[in-house]
């Protein structure tokens, strides 16, 4: 008997879940449509994904270089 009524209230919070997807739009089948940026530009895309990762990987030689210029200044 616990099965059963287990079984059905798992369907039912499924229907649930996939409605409340549904009408808030998390997936309208279009890819690419919640993200921040668009991805249609190919070369737009690349740009600032060069940018984000360059900036990314450049930042901690950044900041020691600048701590290292303010230490020998004083």
């Known amino acids: 008997m616990i ?3 287990a079984r059905i209230s798992n369907r039912t919070v499924g229907k649930n879940v996939v ?3 549904v009408r808030s739009g998390s ?3 279009i890819p690419g449509e919640n993200l ?3 991805i ?3 070369a737009r895309l690349t740009f600032h994904m ?3 990762f ?3 990987f450049a930042a901690p030689f950044l900041v020691v ?3 290292m210029r303010k230490n020998s200044n004083s």
Do not use: E, I, L
């Open 19 to 21: 409605k409340t997807s």
């Open 36 to 38: 921040p940026f668009d």
């Open 65 to 67: 270089w600048h701590q």
């Open 3 to 5: 099965g059963a009524v």
């Open 54 to 56: 360059g900036s990314g």
């Open 27 to 29: 997936n309208g089948g």
């Open 40 to 42: 249609n530009n190919k």
């Open 50 to 52: 060069f940018w984000f």
